[in-house]
């Protein structure tokens, strides 16, 4: 067998500036409380020229796919889905990029035309495989893409929360179908990895914040042949290692990635970074090696931050 070499990039929580004012009838409690967040301080910390630099950086190292890890925008308006949905064109068209949602683009909507999973819903189907999967357009999620020996797994963890909740829930019925599809991917050689916007382990995240069902989560994911797990959320980057009964004694990386679009510190947040996983199979061995890059200190270069193999013993 052959060896076969893939890189998917990811980015997270660019958090995209809003275009223009929304009328009047979109805004309620939540959203009015969230703007007057983002005008007291995030709008300083996440600009588009911090997203701008790092995606060129992005395509400069060709990746053969990015992941979208969530929060492309900030009060869950039809405006902003419309905006992101022409930056996402700029990162590749939908064959080329994965999105999951995140808690800021499922603010306080519902699922309808003006929803994101609706504008957004080119970059979150499954393809041939995906489908032959019995993973359907109509179920939305997860969603199941191949890149080379990779199956890359979207999940959607993001759902209407009160003002000052941000949690999350994955749902038993998603839950059923990651264990049943990552089951058959892994039969066919392939290497699972999973996208989602929340932390998926207990413990990750504040209560106010955390996917609610982590414990149930956790269970899935040790008991499931998942290889990779990448998040975002925090605006953290980290690495945290899981237990996993399919890894023969390895330990199962999962990753949290820090803010996109970060110009400016904010709290421990890192400025904006994003992250190349090189995938390296040959014949049932796989090596994976995560790439962190982001903006140097003085916010006018994207530099390499950090480099580290994944697949622990």
């Keep these: 067998m052959t060896k076969q070499k893939v890189t998917l990039a990811q980015i997270s929580d660019v958090h995209l500036p809003f275009p223009n004012w929304p009328p009047l009838p979109m805004w309620n409690i939540k959203r009015t409380l969230g703007l007057l967040n983002w005008h007291r301080?995030?709008?300083?910390?996440?600009?588009?020229?911090?997203?701008?630099?790092?995606?060129?950086?992005?395509?400069?190292?060709?990746?053969?796919?990015?992941?979208?890890?969530?929060?492309?925008?900030?009060?869950?308006?039809?405006?902003?889905?419309?905006?992101?949905?022409?930056?996402?064109?700029?990162?590749?068209?939908?064959?080329?990029?994965?999105?999951?949602?995140?808690?800021?683009?499922?603010?306080?909507?519902?699922?309808?035309?003006?929803?994101?999973?609706?504008?957004?819903?080119?970059?979150?189907?499954?393809?041939?495989?995906?489908?032959?999967?019995?993973?359907?357009?109509?179920?939305?999620?997860?969603?199941?893409?191949?890149?080379?020996?990779?199956?890359?797994?979207?999940?959607?963890?993001?759902?209407?929360?009160?003002?000052?909740?941000?949690?999350?829930?994955?749902?038993?019925n998603q839950r059923e179908r990651i264990a049943h599809v990552v089951g058959q991917a892994a039969a066919q050689g392939l290497f699972v990895c999973v996208m989602l916007h929340h932390p998926p382990l207990p413990g990750q995240a504040s209560k106010r914040r955390a996917l609610v069902d982590a414990d149930k989560m956790r269970k899935t994911i040790e008991q499931t042949p998942v290889g990779l797990i990448l998040y975002g959320h925090n605006h953290q980057d980290t690495v945290t290692w899981a237990k996993n009964a399919s890894l023969q004694g390895r330990k199962l990386a999962v990753c949290g990635a820090a803010s996109g679009s970060a110009l400016r510190r904010h709290k421990t947040e890192p400025l904006a970074r994003y992250y190349l996983y090189r995938f390296s199979q040959d014949g049932k061995d796989m090596s994976v090696e995560r790439i962190t890059r982001g903006l140097n200190e003085a916010r006018d270069d994207v530099v390499e931050i950090d480099r580290m193999q994944l697949l622990q013993t």
Excluded at 47 to 55: D, G, M
Excluded at 110 to 119: G, K, L, S
Excluded at 147 to 159: R, T
Aim: overall charge negative; some cysteine.
């Design 41 to 172: 301080g995030r709008r300083f910390v996440h600009r588009f020229e911090a997203v701008n630099l790092l995606v060129a950086d992005m395509k400069a190292h060709t990746p053969d796919h990015i992941a979208v890890t969530g929060d492309l925008v900030n009060l869950g308006l039809v405006q902003e889905y419309r905006a992101a949905l022409d930056w996402l064109k700029t990162l590749g068209s939908p064959d080329k990029v994965s999105v999951v949602p995140g808690n800021h683009d499922i603010y306080c909507t519902t699922n309808d035309e003006n929803d994101c999973r609706t504008v957004w819903a080119n970059y979150m189907q499954s393809d041939a495989l995906g489908r032959s999967f019995g993973l359907t357009d109509a179920d939305q999620f997860p969603f199941l893409r191949q890149i080379g020996p990779v199956a890359l797994l979207g999940i959607n963890s993001a759902h209407p929360t009160p003002p000052f909740i941000a949690q999350g829930c994955v749902g038993e």
